[in-house]
């Protein structure tokens, strides 16, 4: 259960832990349990509290901004309702083959900078041949189209590696995506399956 309390306590704790004076950016994680990510009840309730929780430490400058994460547009109006600062992100799985137009509209329209996270789809998006063939294009590699695509629509994009050399190259995304391309790379198939990271609570309802 999320408490106004608890909440408090993780955001002290946490500024305990890095030594730091203020953090640059706090998210509610997901608006449920994990272990209930599937379930109906959006723990409304809870996520009022923590966000309240968030706002103070934000107006005290303890956190220089303040989000949330996996939210979908019924939880973020439920924050918007309740709160008195405005969600300043709303961290989202989003990549080719997989993006939620909707709510990244929705976001847009109200200030909120939407953050994809695994925008090469926890690299399955490199066996696709479509994808594959449109990078072949462009001459770029699979993560710089997925990546550039992500961008395309607005959203920043959270690409994870530790190799400085797919660092450098995620980074080197100065070309363009025609229209007719994006069109068509918006409408490729839904990948089914997200190899081993398939267990993770995000996709148990894709």
Known sequence: MKSYEDAVASIDNSLKLLELGY???MLIHSPKPWAEYGEEDRHFDGNKEAWR????????????????????????ENILAGGTV?????QVLAHISNTPFELIDYCKQN????EAYSPIAHGELMKNKEVVKMAEKYDVSVPQLAIHYCLELGLLPLPKTANPKNMKNNADVDFEISADD????????????????????????K
Do not use: C
Not at 57 to 75: C, M, P
């Open 111 to 114: 200030n909120i900078l939407v």
């Open 86 to 90: 405005k969600p300043m992100v709303n």
């Open 182 to 205: 994006m069109k068509i790379l918006k409408n490729i198939e839904q990948i089914k399956d997200y190899g081993e990271a398939s267990n993770f609570p995000v996709f148990w309802t």
């Open 23 to 25: 953090i640059d950016l």
């Open 53 to 76: 929780a968030l706002e103070d430490a934000y107006k005290a400058g303890k956190l220089r901004a303040i989000g949330v994460s996996n939210f979908q547009q019924t939880d973020i």
